[in-house]
């Protein structure tokens, strides 16, 4: 199963935009899918989870801001980010993790850049 994540963009501060990650085949193939991001000249971070029950968790940098989701039918995982703030600029990633037989199996998206001006 391949993961594309698209929806990036150019925003202003205080606006919103919705990232979509599209699986090749089923979103239930993961136990979690994550989205990452990384800023520039920083490391990759932990923004959002969300299992294949639909319990999520998020960073306490974007909680009350940003709702990670999930469409079974589509076979998609979104995350709709508001109140956008410059701090929010970085490549995004959407990560699918695969817990099988004691290992775990990562799969990765390409990223999709946001910048949002201030």
């Known amino acids: 199963v391949q993961l594309q994540a698209s929806g990036g963009g150019f925003v202003q501060a205080g606006g919103s935009l919705r990232l979509s990650c599209a699986a090749s085949g089923s979103i239930f193939s993961f136990n979690f899918i994550r989205w990452y991001r990384q800023p520039p000249e920083k490391q990759r971070e932990l923004v959002a989870v969300i299992s294949s029950h639909g319990s999520t968790i998020y960073a306490d940098s974007v909680n009350g801001r940003f709702t990670i989701s999930r469409d079974n039918a589509k076979n998609t995982v979104y995350l709709q980010m508001n109140s956008l703030k410059p701090e929010d600029t970085a490549v995004y990633y959407c990560?699918?993790?695969?817990?099988?037989?004691?290992?775990?199996?990562?799969?990765w998206g390409q990223g999709t850049l946001v910048t949002v001006s201030s």
């Open positions: 990560n699918g993790l695969n817990q099988r037989m004691g290992s775990n199996y990562e799969y």
